[in-house]
């Protein structure tokens, strides 16, 4: 089994940020969401890792491997899950 950590970043009005919560919530996969409106903190952490403004910004550590997605593509994450 992969470990997995799975952390979103997004603002409460995203309609793609909500789809990749319900994406991780059908495959049973935990993750931890920061609402970057709310807490302005962690807005500036994801903007200085990945260099988007834009959210949902969803990163993946999977067994050590780390992959920035900026935005929803469920066939990609879908392809770095799998691998």
């Known amino acids: 089994m992969p470990k997995l950590k799975i952390t979103i970043y997004k603002t409460p009005t995203c309609p793609y940020c909500e789809l990749a919560e319900h994406f991780f ?22 903007i200085a890792k990945s260099n988007q403004t834009s959210m949902p910004v969803i990163i993946i550590n999977k067994n050590g491997q780390e992959k920035i997605f900026a935005g929803f ?11």
């Open 73 to 83: 593509n469920q066939a990609e994450i879908e392809d770095f899950l799998n691998k």
């Open 25 to 46: 919530r059908s495959k049973d996969l935990s993750f931890q969401a920061f609402d970057v409106t709310k807490n302005p903190t962690k807005g500036q952490e994801v």
